[in-house]
């Protein structure tokens, strides 16, 4: 089946650095891709739809240049957290469509645990 | 605010007991999905309702989706431990195909032995 994988599953940075977490297709090629945070004990929140080739579409209340994404292939889209401080600790997960449709499964990865100290 | 209300929030049942978890909208959703996320992970798409008033079962678990699409119930069966996790519905408001899933607050379930 349709597999979408994250990189790394955890990180740990210091306050003011930058992470780079990506989120890989495996074995289908999506054009839109989604990132969203988790905060503990709490549901996903949707941040931003990235959307291959173009500018990505940021949720309201999402800053953009602090949540950087790159979705320069049909297999890749990156998120990096720039400037990180310890409120962006979170547990960041992305999902992608295999298939067309608005109906056809939604994949997620793993998750990727972003502590911030 | 929460487009979409999980209820309950918490739920602590005894293995073998049967439950249901409601997820609850003012808007009209043209698919609605629910997932189960085990801690650590992403989650894991457990079936999508489409038309109203459907009803799809999957082993010990019933899936419905309200007549009107605002609503649907998950209802378990004989509890088993397995069963322990976040249980999330998801729907699509937008009706565009957009492809954007609005998730509900989640009902965190724990079957004890």
């Known amino acids: 089946g349709a597999v979408v994988s994250q990189h790394p599953s955890r990180v740990i940075c210091k306050s003011g650095t930058s992470v780079k977490i990506e989120c890989r297709s495996l074995?289908?090629?999506?054009?839109?891709m989604f990132w969203y945070r988790q905060f503990p004990k709490q549901s996903l929140m949707l941040m931003a739809t990235?959307?291959?080739?173009?500018?990505?579409?940021?949720e309201q209340g999402v800053e953009k240049d602090k949540f950087l994404i790159n979705h320069a292939s049909l297999t890749l889209s990156t998120l990096t957290v720039t400037s990180a401080h310890p409120e962006d600790s979170s547990f960041y997960i992305c999902?992608?469509?295999?298939?067309?449709?608005?109906?056809?499964?939604?994949?997620f990865g793993n998750g990727t645990r972003l502590t911030v100290t | 605010t929460q487009l979409l209300e999980q209820s309950p929030q918490f739920l602590s049942i005894q293995e073998g007991e049967n439950l249901t978890v409601y997820c609850n909208s003012s808007s009209v959703f043209s698919s609605l999905q629910w997932y189960r996320q085990e801690p650590g992970e992403g989650p894991v798409l457990l079936v999508t309702?489409?038309?109203?008033?459907e009803v799809k079962k999957l082993k010990r678990l019933t899936f419905q989706f309200g007549d009107a699409r605002k609503d649907s119930s998950l209802h378990i069966t004989a509890a088993q431990t397995g069963d322990t996790g976040l249980y999330l519905c998801?729907?699509?408001?937008?009706?565009?195909?957009?492809?954007?899933?609005?998730f509900g607050t989640g009902t965190r379930l724990t079957i004890i032995p």
């Open positions: 309702v489409v038309t109203g008033g």
């Open positions: 990235s959307n291959e080739g173009s500018k990505a579409t940021y």
């Open positions: 999902s992608a469509r295999a298939g067309g449709g608005d109906n056809s499964p939604l994949h």
């Open positions: 074995d289908f090629q999506a054009t839109t």
């Open positions: 998801a729907g699509d408001i937008s009706n565009f195909g957009n492809e954007k899933l609005t």
